[in-house]
């Protein structure tokens, strides 16, 4: 079973929050931005999101509440929410 980091944002106000993804980011023809990035489990894909983010959070109650989120299977960072999906 394959698994994706999958973003989207509606227009490039938004890049920013999705660059901090740390995972390549596609240019859409209507004007937005997304990622689609397939890993090849889930751990893996939620440890890529621990490891933005442990460098992203401000504090340590803003950590436990975005570690809690990765095992809900979505992380949200500004104006982004990553989803971790089956494909």
Wanted: hydrophobic share 40%.
């Amino acid at each position: 079973m394959k698994i994706a980091i999958t973003a989207i944002v509606p227009t490039v106000y938004q890049l920013n929050s999705i660059r901090a993804l740390r995972l390549p980011v596609n240019r859409n023809g209507d004007g937005s931005y997304s990622i689609n990035v397939p890993f090849n489990t889930k751990k893996e894909a939620q440890k890529h999101l621990r490891d933005v983010a442990m460098r992203y959070a401000d504090n340590i109650g803003e950590l436990r509440r975005m570690i809690s989120e990765i095992k809900k299977g979505y992380l949200t960072i500004d104006a982004v929410t990553a989803n971790i999906k089956r494909i």
